[in-house]
């Protein structure tokens, strides 16, 4: 390291994107601090104590796979594993956790206490400290470290910013309003102003929570109860974790004396009473949003999720609200399961500023600012999952840059980290991004019992995946492989039945029978097939799979050799989009402001079309900016 700075790497914020950029650095060898507000506050899960869900849980593996610590932390402080949309398809199959907050802190916590090579540090930063570039180049100025409160200066030629919900933080609860980061720690309010004094363009974007309750003022005999999957299935590949479902979620519904207290109360909310001007989350909306965007729905889902082993808290998932603590007490009672519940928190909304994300680069690294970064719900994402994925992307590609390495970049084909950062990037977001299935165009080829298949390799070449685990991978890939290859180069023992009575009984390859929809493991061992006792019930899901999708797999591979072609023809960073008459003006407009990468970028930038792309390609090829 070069005597003037005192770290290689400075991450700001413990939260889940914090963490992963923080932990991925420092195994990577770099000399790393991360500073936070408040040491307690590591890895804290201030919404729903739970991890994964649709896309969510994709992410999730995907970040297991390269050697982030999430999973594996959800694995170990789980209270109740499911996978949720198992009567749909494989591609939209989802692990999900019902996670102990406290411990999956304290876990958290003692995983970046004992990580060599990282320092934490409890100051608040309030400024980033930077300088002018000296060579010619696109970026201006460039980061040498940060400055706290009181003063402090602390240089490293490397910042990651992973601030969550912090940034001017603002809470809501009905008229009340005070400046507050997530569950009552105190907001940053100067990095905000530190970003935009560099220039960078800040949105404002809003969130909430609903109240929690005693659980034991529950109504057990009103609700349905929802168990763990046995045997319970988790998120962290090859680390021979014991998961056990120890808990029950529970589901209930509002009802029309629900929404008629929210009607009649609507102005009391902050957020209809005018007083919050960021922009919610469209997929994840307060109780308040579905009442008037769905107004004849007659009642609403409502999940009791449990917060952990030793609180009787319950999160009640559903009803995340900014109303006043004395309508939120009667619209909890007017349902029949709560009516005598006691409320423990009550709900509130939160505003906080985010960094536009087309300031980005796919490296996580801001565009007009060399060596700094950001990660999480600074860039307008919501979730722990996207701000983790986020921030071991930002953690490797801050690593790799200091060594003069090529970037570490996932594509839409390989991951849905490459879908989020692409997202992201090109499309921009007007509300708190997040992670749907429906978002990725390869999703049968990115399902979430893959990732390892298609991500551990490059986890093992950064460093991250230990040689242990490399181990049981590639033992596992050739279980896998070598029963295929025996499925469809061996005859069933037992003849098949054909159909046409006229033609007689004859053996059939096992994976021919296997191709069929209703034919599982049980009908391949009634005609013969024996599996291995090192095939487990997870490696024959995936040859299952593998063997039943087979045709769609390979056209959608095939699909992403065509989008990765089109991904390799690469634009100029300083053409002039204005000087391409043969393009629509808005499409000039918006390929001069995103300024993609491949022909790939632009192609998905929200208002530039087919036809653009063909004459925006027929104009590289006649200057010779392509071949």
Same mark, same amino acid.
């Given at each position: ?34 500073? *936070? ?75 970046? #206490? ?64 005070? =400046? ?56 962290? +590949? ?8 120890? /808990? ?32 919610? =989350? ?60 006691? /409320?423990? &928190?009550?709900?509130?909304? *939160? ?8 300031? *980005?680069?796919?490296?996580?690294? /801001? ?16 979730? +722990? ?46 509300? =708190? +991004? ?89 009908? #391949? ?79 998905? /930038? ?14 590289? &090829? ?6």
């Amino acid at each position: 390291m070069n005597n003037k700075y005192d770290y290689d790497i400075i991450v700001i914020g413990g939260g889940h994107a914090g963490i992963e950029a923080a932990l991925a650095a420092a195994r990577m060898g770099a000399n790393t601090a991360i500073f *936070i507000i408040n040491e307690e506050s590591i890895g804290r899960m201030s919404c729903n104590p739970s991890i994964g869900g649709p896309a969510k849980g994709h992410l999730a593996r995907e970040i297991d796979a390269l050697g982030g610590e999430l999973a594996r932390v959800a694995d170990i402080t789980g209270i109740q594993f499911r996978m949720l949309n198992k009567k749909k398809g494989p591609a939209v199959w989802a692990p999900r956790s019902q996670n102990d907050r406290y411990l999956y802190s304290a876990e958290m916590k003692n995983v970046v #206490l004992k990580q060599p090579n990282l320092e934490l540090l409890v100051e608040e930063v309030a400024d980033v400290l930077t300088e002018k570039m000296k060579n010619n180049t696109a970026k201006k100025i460039r980061t040498t470290g940060v400055q706290t409160v009181n003063g402090k200066k602390y240089y490293a030629p490397r910042v990651i910013i992973a601030g969550g919900t912090f940034f001017n933080g603002l809470i809501h609860i009905g008229k009340e309003s005070y =400046p507050s980061g997530r569950d009552n720690e105190p907001a940053s309010l100067y990095l905000s102003r530190s970003l935009e004094k560099m220039g960078l363009r800040l949105g404002r974007f809003k969130t909430g929570t609903p109240p929690r309750i005693d659980l034991n003022t529950l109504n057990y005999n009103l609700v349905e109860e929802q168990p763990g999957d046995e045997p319970p299935e988790g998120f962290s +590949y090859y680390r021979g974790i014991d998961l056990k479902n120890l /808990i029950s979620c529970f589901l209930t519904y509002t009802n029309k004396e629900t929404h008629r207290i929210i009607e009649d109360n609507i102005k009391e909310s902050a957020l209809y009473g005018g007083r919050i001007r960021g922009t919610g =989350p469209r997929y994840c909306p307060s109780i308040e949003d579905k009442i008037v965007r769905f107004p004849d729905k007659e009642m609403h889902h409502l999940f009791i999720e449990p917060e952990g082993l030793s609180t009787n808290e319950g999160y009640v998932n559903g009803i995340s609200t900014s109303l006043p603590a004395q309508i939120q007490d009667k619209l909890v009672k007017s349902i029949p399961a709560l009516n005598k519940a006691k /409320i423990l &928190k009550y709900g509130y909304a *939160i505003e906080y500023d985010y960094v536009i994300p087309g300031q *980005i680069e796919t490296t996580m690294e /801001i565009k007009r600012i060399a060596g700094l970064y950001t990660a999480g719900q600074i860039n307008g994402t919501s979730g +722990y999952e996207e701000a983790a994925a986020q921030g071991l992307m930002a953690g490797v590609n801050a690593i790799l840059s200091m060594d003069n390495k090529d970037p570490f970049i996932l594509d839409r084909g390989s991951s849905y980290i490459g879908v989020l950062i692409d997202d992201l990037i090109i499309k921009g977001t007007n509300e =708190p +991004y997040r992670m749907f299935t429906s978002r990725a165009e390869y999703r049968l080829f990115l399902r979430q019992d893959n990732a390892d298949e298609r991500l551990m390799p490059l986890g093992y070449k950064l460093g991250l995946v230990s040689s242990d685990r490399w181990s049981i991978f590639r033992k596992t890939m050739q279980i896998i492989h070598r029963e295929i290859e025996f499925l469809k180069n061996n005859n069933t023992r037992k003849k098949l039945t054909p159909k046409n009575k006229d033609r007689q009984a004859e053996p059939i390859k096992y994976a021919a029978l296997l191709k069929r929809p209703e034919v599982t493991l049980n009908d #391949l061992i009634e005609y013969g097939y024996s599996p291995p006792t090192d095939v487990s019930k997870s490696i024959w899901s995936r040859i299952s799979l593998q063997i039943k999708y087979e045709g769609y797999l390979k056209r959608q591979q095939q699909d992403i050799e065509k989008f990765r072609q089109i991904e390799t023809l690469i634009i100029p960073q300083n053409i002039e989009y204005s000087a391409v008459k043969t393009i629509t003006m808005e499409a000039r407009e918006k390929l001069t402001k995103v300024k993609p990468k491949s022909l790939g970028q632009a192609a998905r /930038i929200s208002g530039v079309n087919y036809t653009d792309i063909t004459s925006l390609m027929v104009y590289l &090829k006649r200057n010779g900016f392509i071949s």
